[in-house]
Every structure is written in C-alpha cells, then in structure tokens.
C-alpha cells in the first residue's frame, strides 16, 4: 500500500513529489502518466544520503506541477543554493499541501541550521533527531509519526511542528480513513506499527520499544523493518544498547547517543486512536 499515493488520488493532497534511481525514471514517470496525473521532471537529479535520484513532480495540472518544480529546484536536496530558500521551502510546502504551521517549523530549523537543537550546542545532528526533539509532547499521536518514514511506514510525508499538531492530525485522519475504507487490515497494521514507542538517537538511528507497565523503563527494543525484512544495521545496534534502559519525564533515555546527547524516545502508543 502506497500511502502517497492514495493521498493524491484521494484528493487529499495537491501534489506529490516521487524519486527514483535515474535508471529507473523512464519506467515510473510512465507508470504515474499512465493513471492520467501530470508528470514534470526536474531538470537536475537529487542527492538522498550518498544516492542520485532522479525526481518526478505529480500533479492534477500541469500548472500546479511546472510551480512545485520551479519552487524546488532552488533547494533540491544536495544541489540547489540559488535564490531564496527560504521562500522555495515554503511554496513547496505548500504546494504539496503541507499544513504551514508545520512549514514554518521547519524554516525556523532552517534558519539556526537543521542539524542543531533549538537550545544550541554542537551541529552536525540528524535532522530527524532535532525534528523530534522539537516536536515532542508526552502523548504524541501515532496519526503523525515521521520516524518510520525509513521503513515506508507513514501517514505524512512531512516534519509535524509538534507530534499532536491539529493541522497534521487533520490530514493524515484523513489519510487513515481512506486506507481503511480500502483494507481495513493493512490500515490496522500500519497503524499498529505507527503507534509504538520509538527511541532516536543524534546520528538518527532509530529502534522500535516496548515499554515496561510504568512506562519508564524500556522492556524491549527492536530495530525497524522494511518490508522485505531488512533492518539498518545502525538501527540494530541502537536496539540492541536499549533494553533496560530508563526514561526520563520529558523523553530523554539515560542512554547517551554520538556526541553525548541523550537518545530520546517519543511515545506514540500513549493515546488512544479512531477505531
Ligand atoms: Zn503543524
């Protein structure tokens, strides 16, 4: 199930922004004309990680398409450096349907350096980790996890400013019920892994935890899994430090991560969900 995708068919997102290994672009960008949408490609490749990857932009008109690729292409991951990112960033939020408090969360990381913690100290961090830290409350809703994104397992394909926003609430209740409404089991086991306790740490390792009956101390961890089984081995090495491991009021795990930063965990499984 290609959450993305149904957003967009579904209406409940403007756009969407697709990758692919250039080598495979031909054969996608075919794929997504086939079902009707309008498809641009940017005129440059990204780089994700060490990866090239080519970027397809899917609208419901070439007008919509040909601004969210302009928008971008100042900012394109590992390119980009022209014009004002500021104003790029959040005209692709936008266009992808992003809520804009949440846009406006991200520019504000933007602004200090996305790989450093509001309160200071050293860069370097993963973004994913200073997201978090940033977004975290007690009782985060599993609706607005990004921290699976890894593994393909999300309902927003964004940075929600905090993990109860309304605004992305919103939308990926949306999104669920769409999912739902078209199999009601793999809805259900997507959300029963979007609804456990994660831990990250400051290089953005990441492992999935049970928490014991007080909620304080971690019973057990595990490294997330793609589909096809496979788990990052930082993310298994991460799992494997947890178990036992206790958690502070505000998040933090009295386990320490590069750098010396504390791993953090955010409890997605603290609220109750729509059935
Ligand atoms: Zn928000």
Request: proline share 6%; charged share 20%; net charge positive.
């Amino acid at each position: 199930m290609d959450a993305e995708w149904i957003a967009f068919t579904a209406g409940l997102k403007p756009a969407i922004r697709r990758t692919a290994d250039p080598a495979d672009l031909d054969r996608v960008e075919a794929q997504l004309r086939a079902t009707g949408a309008v498809v641009l490609r940017a005129a440059q490749t990204a780089l994700l990680g060490a990866r090239e990857q080519g970027v397809l932009y899917v609208a419901r008109s070439a007008a919509h398409a040909a601004a969210l690729r302009g928008a971008e292409e100042g900012v394109l991951p590992g390119r980009g450096g022209a014009g004002d990112p500021r104003a790029s960033h959040r005209e692709v939020g936008r266009l992808l349907g992003f809520p804009a408090c949440c846009v406006e969360a991200f520019l504000a990381r933007l602004d200090r350096g996305v790989d450093r913690l509001a309160e200071g100290g050293p860069t370097g961090l993963a973004e994913d980790y200073v997201a978090a830290r940033g977004a975290w409350v007690p009782a985060a809703d599993a609706r607005v996890n990004p921290l699976l994104m890894p593994v393909r397992a999300q309902l927003v394909s964004f940075y929600p400013c905090r993990y109860d926003c309304p605004a992305a609430v919103a939308l990926a209740e949306a999104l669920r019920a769409s999912l739902a409404a078209l199999g009601a089991k793999t809805a259900a086991s997507l959300m029963a892994l979007l609804s456990r306790p994660v831990a990250i740490a400051s290089d953005g390792a990441r492992a999935l935890l049970a928490l014991d009956e007080s909620g304080a101390v971690v019973a057990r961890a595990a490294a997330p899994r793609r589909s096809d089984g496979v788990s990052d081995p930082r993310d298994a090495s991460l799992a494997a430090s947890l178990t036992g491991a206790r958690v502070a009021v505000g998040g933090a795990l009295d386990r320490a991560g590069p750098a010396g930063l504390p791993v953090w965990c955010v409890d997605f499984g603290a609220r109750a969900l729509p059935a």
